[in-house]
Nanobody, 126 residues
Framework: QVQLVESGGGLVQAGGSLRLSCATSGLSFSYYAMGWFRQAPGKEREFVAAVSWSGGNTYYADSVKGRFTISRDNAKKTVHLQMNTLKPEDTAVYYC???????????????????WGQGTQVTVSS
């Protein structure tokens, strides 16, 4: 059974940092591209960042580029999202996701992902 479990969310002041983690089990993690999405209240879920299966390629939404960094630790089967210089508009539930297929490049769209975590709340106060 595939499981993705996010952690590291919380309440932080604007300008602060958080590091999200997504621990996986039940899948051959090192073969899968991974991504982070977020959903703010009353809004659609949106793409945040993605990393290819090899870790060699990453991609970011324009709104987080230069502030967020996605990374993967294949030994621990975990993907991280380092979030710096947080803004109130970053407030959302953050979800990690795993690709549907092996050996994928960066995936930007929800329907390209086959496995999802339950989400972790990030709240940025002004």
């Amino acid at each position: 059974q595939v499981q993705l479990v996010e952690s590291g969310g919380g309440l932080v002041q604007a300008g602060g940092s958080l590091r999200l983690s997504c621990a996986t089990s039940g899948l051959s993690f090192s073969y899968y591209a991974m991504g982070w999405f977020r959903q703010a209240p009353g809004k659609e879920r949106e793409f945040v960042a993605a990393v290819s299966w090899s870790g060699g390629n990453t991609y970011y939404a324009d709104s987080v580029k230069g502030r967020f960094t996605i990374s993967r630790d294949n030994a621990k089967k975990t993907v991280h999202l380092q979030m710096n210089t947080l803004k109130p508009e970053d407030t959302a539930v953050y979800y990690c996701a795993a690709d549907r297929k092996f050996f994928g490049n960066v995936r930007l769209h929800e329907d390209e992902y086959g496995y999802w975590g339950q989400g972790t709340q990030v709240t940025v106060s002004s």
